[in-house]
């Protein structure tokens, strides 16, 4: 399916990754966005409200961020695209709404601009320190997609690519974002419109009275229709039947959770992106996302450079976890190098996917900026001249590595 050309900037632009994500939006055929304003996700907010007349979209502040994502998934079932930005503390608030847009299948994009924490941090300084909470925030069983863009251009790549995954698994779609890409500035190219391929929205073909909402396809993703269009059904994000209404027994519990999480298991290898760069000698791998590969990038030519044997691993989709691949690797470097903007949160999964058999590395990184790399050097040069594998994470700070 094309997008429609309204929302398509077509050209090269200088776009702030904030701006980059409100363009993604509409590009990706997003028609409503529901907010409460919060640094540093501000400008998304403000440029799709700028631009929402002219594309035909709708903007709603609601009184908080509770609210939002109630509005959001209302939105969806109209048949409108939907999403949401925040950042931190408002990403806390929606965990109970993730969980219902999960129960109820809805698809949504959540845009977290991640900011340091907890409680109101510093909303001016960037971090990764949401990673896990994006993947086990709301409570029960549950997978779900989330992506992590170091630039502009990929944060409206991104967009893109996050309407599609949850139209196609019918889930809501988290874009982890930090403070750094969302102000950095840079060249983005937006194709036309009938360059951008969209996934449709899988809807209900057949009798109004035969609709039963959760009844499921061969992948385990029921058709959907848009309220208001004359079918009679219900919604609830208690256990329930085909038809919506709560039956609460073991058994429905199995019939209707258990598929929420094998429509992502199941096809973890058609969702799971990475980026791979010189792993075919490698002995050490930079395991990066988000903001931080900007400077694991850097610091695996310095490297080279120096003849030290360093690949890259840039994770696309941070969930689904890249497991295989981590694990295939594993059996063949030495060591694993993660630097993340927090204080060890994805190199916990590094360490779980590699089974022992390599060395697993973390950098607490961002200290002496986003792009700074002599942390990450130091940790390499540490890490293939280790002859032991140790147990664990091997945690490095920037005294004493």
């Not at 939105?75 to 503390?89: D, E, I, Q």
């Not at 309220?227 to 209707?256: A, S, W």
Request: hydrophobic share 40%; charged share 25%; proline share 6%.
């Amino acid at each position: 399916m094309k997008t429609d050309p309204k929302g398509v900037l077509t050209g090269s632009h200088e776009l702030s990754g904030n701006h980059a994500c409100a363009e993604g939006a509409f590009a990706a055929g997003c028609r409503f966005l529901g907010c409460y304003p919060i640094v540093p996700a501000l400008e998304i907010s403000q440029r799709f409200l700028e631009r929402a007349p002219a594309v035909g979209a709708t903007f709603i502040q609601m009184e908080d961020e509770v609210s939002v994502l109630a509005a959001v998934l209302g939105a969806s079932w109209t048949g409108k695209r939907s999403m949401t930005v925040t950042s931190g503390p408002g990403l806390s608030l929606m965990m109970e709404h993730l969980g219902l847009g999960v129960m109820l299948e809805t698809p949504c994009v959540i845009v977290d601009v991640q900011m340091v924490g907890p409680g109101l941090g510093i909303p001016t300084r960037p971090s990764q320190g949401d990673m896990m909470q994006s993947r086990w925030g709301s409570h029960g069983d549950y997978e779900i997609v989330a992506l992590a863009p170091s630039s502009p251009q990929e944060m409206f790549d991104f967009m893109i690519k996050a309407f599609n995954f949850s139209e196609r698994y019918r889930i809501p779609v988290a874009v982890m974002s930090d403070e750094y890409v969302a102000h950095l500035v840079e060249r983005v190219v937006i194709p036309p419109a009938d360059a951008i391929e969209l996934v449709p929205r899988r809807y209900y073909k057949g009798r109004k009275d035969n609709y039963l909402p959760f009844k499921r396809d061969k992948d385990f993703v029921p058709p959907m229709v848009d309220i208001g269009k004359g079918y009679r059904f219900h919604v609830t994000g208690l256990t329930h039947d085909n038809r919506g209404y709560p039956i609460m027994f073991e058994e429905c519990q199995e019939y209707n959770v258990h598929p929420l999480v094998r429509k992502i298991r199941h096809f973890a290898d058609e969702i799971v992106e990475v980026q791979e760069s010189n792993l075919d000698d490698a002995e050490v791998i930079l395991v990066s996302y988000g903001a931080t590969s900007r400077a694991a990038r850097k610091a695996m030519e310095e490297a080279r450079k120096s003849g030290i044997k360093v690949g890259s691993l840039k994770l696309v989709t941070v969930w689904p976890f890249p497991e295989k691949r981590v694990a295939e690797l594993a059996k063949r470097v030495k060591a694993f190098v993660v630097p993340e903007m927090n204080f060890g949160q994805i190199v916990l999964e590094v360490e779980r996917c590699s089974y022992g058999a390599a060395n697993v590395f973390f950098i607490p990184h961002g200290e002496k900026g986003v792009e700074y790399t002599e942390d990450i050097q130091a940790v390499i040069k540490r890490a293939v001249q280790e002859k032991n594998i140790k147990d664990g994470v091997i945690e490095c700070v920037s005294k004493g590595v």
